[in-house]
């Protein structure tokens, strides 16, 4: 059966756990985060060299062309990590939509240096108030317009603008950071990632900067990204259990183990039944991209993303209340943890509204509701 | 199933074959009668018509080895015909002789035993009844009183168990008890009883939704001949433990549970009332419904037995159970007052769903599912140990 692990797929989790193991020990990860950057270009760079970013290309685009499930399970192995470099961005949408373009000069230069590990792109949605605007001025076009909380923003080398041009329809185009009436404004996530707000002021796009991309092959991005992100939740949990658990079997209080004590035992169970829920649910969205393709499983990813979110949140603020005060101090990875875990549950839009997209799709929502 | 597209080709043409059995088989008078169900327990005669139609093929005892007479199904199999079944509303079957007895039989029993008992089963002449359970010894099953003393070759049985389900209708009970007077476990056995030999009284007991599952079982002087002992005297524990696994282990839910959530979601449908809040739990008890049903497959069924290594079974009786609990409690966010004195008949299934009054006995007497087959809070505590054994 193809729920079975392939080879590949059991290379890359190693890789990844051991990457975990050298590099992403709590104080380490402070070190990062603490850094001005506030991520590691090294460690990029050592990530594609793992063929991590190869993985979920396509084949025709110069990757492995691996199922989606592989890019989730390396996810969930990267969980304990809860690293600030940005995984989930990139292989959505430099694999995912950038690499699912058609080919032009542009495209296949970005996604070398994107492969290599030299270029990060960020991806600025039309699905948002106010989109920017693309018209035509002159001999060429020009964008403008205001983006909110891009992710990855603020260490992307490459915008991927999608724009709407007066009548409403859409069309994509790669932007450098640099480029002329570009302005960012750069913020730090509660979970140590990048964000920015981007200003387009009377920015040109270059003659070969389009990419034809339809509405569809955006939605097949995000809804790598959703699983993505779920993916993340999901590692974390399992880290979070095990720590917990651990906590327990050595804290002692009123002369015995806490973990002695029944209540906190059931609490312990409870937070593990959470996680093999959201794992079991990831199951059914990973096999549904493999088998039927992202158009068809967006509503079992949206499922798997918010119950990753609600489970997630359950298990991380449990971790905090048992590990009592010590939980609430920045010194322990438990509040980075709950931090990373509250944030990918609104990266790729609100779980609740997941909940509700996954409903109406479903048709357990009648069409009036 | 979620994960048909994974199936080996093997078990998609076995798969077929099910579902072809079912279209020719499983009638509206049957999946009807089954939807309108009050409880997990099947009643007799329509389990026995179902029975008989499995029976040609061996899908009663699908699980069993066939050296024993059973169809010799692989895990993944048994799955799929246990899934199917449940998703088109075919009669739950009991159990108890065939879950439990059998496979207890085949480990323990002698040749004899085996070339008994289990012809009995298959054929439908014997109906066993569980005797664990007593009034001091509940979820703490290892405290039970009743007790077998040995007279040359025959056992004299005094004691009651109690919750005995279907006791008025088996002709046969298994029994954990104790021969010698010793407070430990290797002072159990296992002891097979006829319902019909002399001191053998039940008497009922009504649930609170008014139906009779129950029973208390008393024994006075009843007595047992030696070989009526399942394995050896002294023990019985680690015959009840495996029967214990079997149980937590065997069953398949989840497309039960999904048949029952799309009828109260067609019954909720067809009406005017229906709070919004009633859609936006719906909507997250699929999401549920959906990881349990993932992880009964991927936890109870995708990988055998013997490689299971954690509390599999545990988890997966704590998630069907509280996910019935949950589509119990939904059904009680669209409950009309008139669910508290309308019989079954009178409100029907005529718009289609489930009769709506049964909801409301559905609801009472599920509450029990977190309770039969060792309480949640023990199922917690056996995933705890597996927890922190995983810390050694």
């Known amino acids: ?369 | 199933m979620l994960f048909e597209a994974a199936l080996a080709d093997t078990d998609r043409a076995f798969l077929a074959e099910v579902r072809a059995f079912l279209d020719a088989e499983l009638g509206p008078e049957v999946y009807q009668a089954e939807d309108a169900l009050r409880s997990q327990v099947c009643d007799h005669p329509r389990q026995e018509a179902w029975i008989d139609r499995l029976r040609p093929r061996r899908w009663h005892v699908g699980f069993w080895p066939r050296e024993h007479g059973g169809a010799g199904l692989s895990q993944v199999q048994n799955y799929l015909l246990l899934y199917e079944q449940g998703r088109r509303g075919a009669p739950l079957l009991s159990p108890l002789s065939i879950t439990y007895v059998g496979p207890v039989v085949m480990a323990f029993g002698t040749r004899e035993q085996q070339q008994t008992l289990l012809p009995a089963i298959i054929d439908g002449r014997d109906h066993w009844c569980q005797g664990f359970s007593e009034p001091g010894a509940g979820s703490d099953l290892g405290s039970v009183a009743t007790f077998a003393e040995r007279r040359g070759d025959r056992y004299v049985v005094n004691g009651s168990k109690i919750w005995t389900t279907d006791a008025h209708h088996a002709n046969k009970i298994f029994c954990l008890l104790r021969t010698r007077r010793e407070p430990t476990k290797d002072a159990l056995s296992f002891l097979l009883i006829d319902m019909d030999a002399p001191g053998v009284d039940v008497r009922p007991i009504r649930l609170m939704s008014g139906d009779h599952e129950f029973n208390q079982v008393f024994f006075d002087d009843v007595e047992v001949p030696v070989e009526n002992l399942l394995g050896d005297e002294g023990g019985g524990w680690a015959v009840s433990k495996y029967l214990l696994e079997m149980e937590r282990g065997a069953f398949v839910f989840g497309g039960r549970l999904r048949r029952r959530f799309e009828l109260l979601l067609t019954s909720a449908r067809s009406r005017r009332d229906v709070p919004r809040a009633f859609w936006d739990e719906a909507a997250r008890v699929d999401i549920e419904l959906m990881a349990y049903e993932a992880t009964e497959f991927r936890l109870g069924h995708l990988r055998p037995r013997e490689q299971q290594t954690a509390a599999e079974p545990n988890v997966i009786k704590i998630g069907w159970t509280e996910t019935i609990q949950r589509l119990d409690e939904l059904a009680l966010m669209i409950a009309p007052s008139a669910w508290l004195y309308e019989s079954e008949r009178e409100n029907g299934a005529s718009k289609g769903g489930l009769p709506m009054a049964s909801w409301l006995a559905g609801y009472f007497n599920n509450r029990a599912a977190t309770i039969y087959g060792g309480s949640n809070e023990v199922q917690r505590e056996l995933i705890c140990r597996s927890l922190r054994r995983a810390l050694a």
């Open chain 1, 1 to 369: 059966m193809s729920l079975e692990t392939s080879p590949e797929c059991a290379a890359l989790v190693e890789s990844a756990l051991r990457v975990v193991r050298d590099h992403y020990d709590y104080p380490s990860l402070r070190g990062v985060l603490a850094s001005e950057a506030g991520w590691s270009a090294d460690r990029w760079r050592e990530f594609a060299a793992l063929g991590w970013l190869a993985a979920p290309l396509a084949e025709e685009a110069g990757g492995l062309g691996l199922p989606p499930s592989v890019a989730s399970a390396l996810m969930t192995a990267l969980g304990a990590a809860a690293m600030s470099e940005p995984l989930p961005g990139q292989l959505a949408f430099g694999a995912g939509l950038v690499g699912a373009a058609p080919a032009t000069p542009a495209r296949d230069m970005l996604l070398e240096r994107w492969l290599a590990g030299a270029a990060l792109v960020a991806l600025v949605s039309a699905d948002s108030e106010s989109p920017i605007g693309v018209r035509t001025d002159g001999p060429g076009l020009r964008l403008d317009g205001h983006a909110g909380a891009v992710p990855d923003g603020g260490i992307a080398d490459v915008f991927v603008v999608e724009a709407a041009d007066p009548a409403g329809d859409r069309a994509c185009f790669l932007v450098a950071a640099d480029a002329p009436g570009v302005t960012r404004h750069v913020h730090r996530a509660a979970d140590g990632r990048s964000f920015a707000d981007v200003v387009f002021d009377g920015v040109r796009p270059g003659d070969d900067a389009r990419l034809a991309l339809d509405g569809a092959a955006m939605a097949r991005a995000h809804t790598l990204h959703a699983l993505l992100l779920a993916a993340e939740t999901l590692g974390i949990m399992r880290a979070l259990v095990g720590l917990t658990a651990r906590y327990l079997d050595q804290r002692e209080q009123f002369g015995r183990k806490l973990i002695e004590f029944q209540v906190l035992q059931h609490r312990l169970v409870d937070m593990q039944l959470e996680t093999v829920r959201s794992e079991s649910m990831l199951a059914v969205a990973e096999h549904a991209c493999d088998v039927q393709g992202f158009s068809a499983a967006a509503p079992l990813v949206s499922a798997a993303y918010y119950q990753s979110a609600r489970s997630g949140r359950r298990v991380a603020e449990e971790a905090v209340q048992l590990h009592g005060a010590i939980g609430m101090t920045d010194e322990l990875v438990v509040g980075h943890y709950l931090k990373r875990i509250v944030a990918n549950g609104l990266i790729a839009g609100h779980a609740e509204r997941h909940l509700a997209q996954a409903a109406c799709a479903r048709g357990v929502v009648p069409p009036s509701e």
